[in-house]
């Protein structure tokens, strides 16, 4: 499994990431379709976010699953992820986009630690 955090206020760098990321990751349009979760943090269920990081890729060697305003996740979901995170035989990439995210927080650590 792959974790990334883009945070940052400059849009420019982290969409040139995420669109490079997606060319290597999910190489055709069934994947684009079939692979790819892009979830918005606010107002997001648990059971969505266990749908998208839990599904096995159908194409892809690996599903993408990118989380926008990731410093909106509640504690639940962020619980979640790390739990998620936790696990590396997962066959998901999680990209959390976020404006800014603490490096003291509890999954920045996780990651850190991967």
């Known amino acids: ?61 690996r599903r993408v699953v990118v989380i926008s305003r990731a410093e909106k996740l509640d504690d639940t979901n962020l619980a979640f992820i790390d739990h998620v995170i936790s696990d590396p035989a997962k066959p998901c990439i999680i990209v959390l986009e976020a404006s800014s995210w603490d490096r003291r927080s509890a999954l920045r650590k996780t990651i850190a630690g991967k």
């Open 1 to 61: 499994m792959h974790h990334l955090i883009l945070a940052g206020s400059g849009t420019s760098l982290r969409d040139k990431v995420l669109r490079e990321l997606k060319t290597r990751s999910l190489k055709t349009s069934d994947a684009l379709k079939l692979d790819l979760s892009d979830l918005d943090a606010r107002g997001l269920e648990l059971n969505d976010l266990k749908a998208a990081l839990l599904t096995a890729p159908a194409v892809a060697e």
